[in-house]
């Protein structure tokens, strides 16, 4: 039958009258059609066969979770122990305990059992979690939550709070590299695209997660408490959100930008704007937690290093599991630096890979405690009074997690550099010009990369990523500020500011001329 008449003889194709009314208003994405083709003839039975719902209309897809009964081990636990504890320690805690500290008042870390998880070997999850990338499943659709029996493996997917968080896209450099670094192999991991704009979403659906279970639990929870120069604050109000539960956002005065401030009022926190900066607010809001039944959402808490480590997890399933040379990560509180050396530890420990990239942590030049003592050979740690920096989300002068910090770059034979105010915005600016649209605390990270290639630590072959944190949009008037050349003693030696012409065909037409000419030029 020729092509023509079988289009024709279609029920889609034939008149109205000749329509099955069965079957006229079914949406096409229901409806697919069998055809067979006998070997003797060649003719083809076109019977539609109509697919049913991919699960009943009034099922969600957590009682689709539950109807499907998930044959995945789930034999694995974790709990709290101190942080880099000697080997004969036997102090730790339930996760469903609420604890920040150590008796001795250290940090603690969640510790898997380790010798559970290997029991399967690295290719078991390797598969695992790439057959659950961009999947609804719930919770699999995450790109936490997919490597949950790494992350919160006791924690019943009915009490997860999550908006699908991670996944975020490993943009490609390209021109950035080509023209600024000699670089062919330069990536940036965009964490900025996530629900609220940033990283901190990673950590906090971890978190959040597991306070929704306290609370079914009757655990004495009534809300959650942070403080925050602007992403925590976001994060915690939009999954507390999302989960009913009240959240309590300790902010420095004027001290944030009002795309980030928006966010947490918008979601229905209860926002308290301190005279004070972030370390300021930090010790507030640990009084305050110590007093009352206020779970506490800084990164002192190890809740959020869980979720945070996802990422380093899914740089290695974009690269096919194979390991980057360098990974770059811009450096505040400093859990974030620590995280990436989790997740990549983790999957060497697991088989999945045979080693780990070299981290680098990129911090402020006017917030820089952590390089001063990674300049002094690791010596005393002294914290520093914080100054202004445009790169605000990291505008810490006494990071909580120091110890986690130093603890990775030592273990991932890391480098610490520093950005001046003039460096990173700069960089920010030049990165913009090549087709990113990043923050201020990616251009610390971008100008540790230019250090470090100039120097000749970075060779122009090295697979390099740079983690971007948060999204361009919520330091807009940052970048207004330096297009605007309105800096006070700033070059701003990249500004683009728009060009004032009357409205009149020959005054654009020079203008164009004149700029069509200078582009010619530099080609």
């Known amino acids: 039958m020729a092509a023509s008449s079988l289009l024709r003889s279609s029920p889609f194709f034939s008149s109205p009258q000749q329509r099955n009314p069965r079957t006229i208003n079914n949406s096409p994405r229901f409806l697919t059609v069998k055809a067979t083709i006998s070997s003797s003839d060649k003719s083809v039975d076109t019977t539609p066969v109509i697919k049913s719902h991919r699960r009943p209309a009034d099922e969600n897809i957590r009682q689709e979770a539950h109807r499907r009964c998930s044959s995945e081990p789930n034999n694995f636990s974790a709990k709290y122990v101190p942080f880099n504890a000697d080997p004969g320690c ?82 490609w450099a390209e021109r950035y590299g080509k023209q600024h670094l000699g670089m062919n192999d330069l990536w940036v991991k965009h ?61 420095p005065a004027n001290k944030i930008s009002m795309a980030q401030l928006v966010q947490p009022i918008a979601n229905g926190a209860f926002v308290l704007s301190l005279d004070t900066d972030f370390d300021g607010c930090m010790q507030l809001v640990r009084e305050v937690t110590s007093e009352l039944p206020i779970y506490l959402a800084n990164s002192l808490n190890s809740l959020r290093i869980e979720g945070q480590k996802t990422a380093a997890i899914e740089i290695l399933q974009q690269f096919d599991w194979e390991v980057p040379d360098w990974v770059i990560v811009p450096g505040g509180n400093l859990g974030n630096i620590y995280a990436f050396y989790k997740g990549f530890h983790m999957c060497k420990e697991l088989g999945l890979v045979d080693r780990i990239p070299r981290l680098v ?163």
């Not at 150590?102 to 290997?118: I, N, Y």
């Not at 629900?195 to 306290?214: A, C, E, I, P, Y």
């Not at 807009?476 to 330096?482: A, E």
Request: net charge negative.
């Open 191 to 251: 964490c900025g695209i996530s629900h609220t704009g940033s990283f901190k979403d990673l950590g906090m659906t971890v978190l959040v997660s597991q306070v929704n279970r306290l609370r079914k639990m009757n655990r004495p929870v009534v809300g959650v408490g942070c403080a925050s120069t602007g992403d925590t604050s976001a994060a915690l109000s939009a999954y507390c959100a999302s989960a009913g539960i009240p959240s309590i956002v300790f902010l």
């Open 90 to 171: 036997t102090e730790s805690y339930s996760l469903d305990e609420i604890v920040y500290r150590s008796r001795s008042g250290g940090l603690l870390d969640v510790q898997h059992d380790m010798e559970a998880l290997k029991e399967f070997d690295g290719n078991y999850w390797k598969n695992l979690f790439d057959g659950r990338i961009g999947k609804t499943n719930w919770p699999y659709g995450s790109g936490v939550w997919s490597k949950k029996e790494w992350v919160l493996p006791e924690i019943d997917s009915d009490d997860i709070v999550s908006a699908f968080e991670g996944n975020s896209n490993m943009f």
């Open 361 to 523: 942590c990129a911090q402020a030049a006017n917030a820089n405690p952590l390089y001063l003592h990674y300049k002094s050979g690791w010596t005393d740690f002294s914290p520093v009074k914080a100054k202004t920096t445009f790169a605000s989300a990291i505008q810490i002068g006494d990071p909580v997690s120091i110890d986690r910090a130093v603890y990775a770059l030592q273990n991932s034979n890391g480098i610490v550099e520093e950005a001046t105010e003039e460096e990173l915005m700069d960089a920010m600016a030049q990165a913009d010009s090549t087709g990113m649209f990043i923050c201020p605390h990616t251009g610390v990270a971008l100008t540790a990369l230019d250090k470090l290639r100039n120097s000749g630590v970075i060779r122009p072959t090295d697979r390099t990523v740079v983690v971007s944190t948060a999204h361009g949009l919520k330091f807009t008037q940052s970048k207004i500020d330096y297009h605007s050349k309105a800096i006070p003693e700033m070059a701003c030696r990249l500004a683009n500011p728009p060009v004032n012409v009357k409205a009149d065909f020959g005054s654009v037409m020079d203008v164009l001329k004149k700029y069509l000419l200078s582009k010619e030029s530099k080609n």
